[in-house]
């Protein structure tokens, strides 16, 4: 079970770190190139690159999310907490498809929207995670 929160763990670091990265340094940074074409390129390029590897580790997250629930014992008072996460790692979801096809569309604004209701959502995830 320790490897299993290991991986959650992980995985949560490259999923919320990711999503911090490129919110706060990489996509401000490219904004201040004056060349257009090439700051939607360097945009473009971050974000395949972050989504080639955060959607598997997104499905890893998830997934030893569910194996530790079903393994962990269940206090009655923890369940309004796990409920409340659940409801928001179903916000990350559907922010994350949201922005994956409204960004593939070229409908910027939808996609940047969806973006940071995933990353409030996932922040949401780690208060209740947390317990903070």
Known sequence: MRFVLLLH???????LGGQLF?????VPAARTLSDEDLRREVILRV????GRWSIPFLVLLIGTGVWMMVDYDLDPG???ALQHKLELVSVVLAGTVVHAIAGARGALRVSRIASV???????????YATGI
């Open 9 to 15: 763990l992980v995985s949560m670091a490259f999923w």
């Open 47 to 50: 974000a395949r690159g972050f």
């Open 117 to 127: 209701v995933t990353l409030a959502a996932t922040l949401g995830v780690v208060w």
């Open 78 to 80: 923890e369940i309004p």
């Open 22 to 26: 490129l919110a706060l340094v990489a």
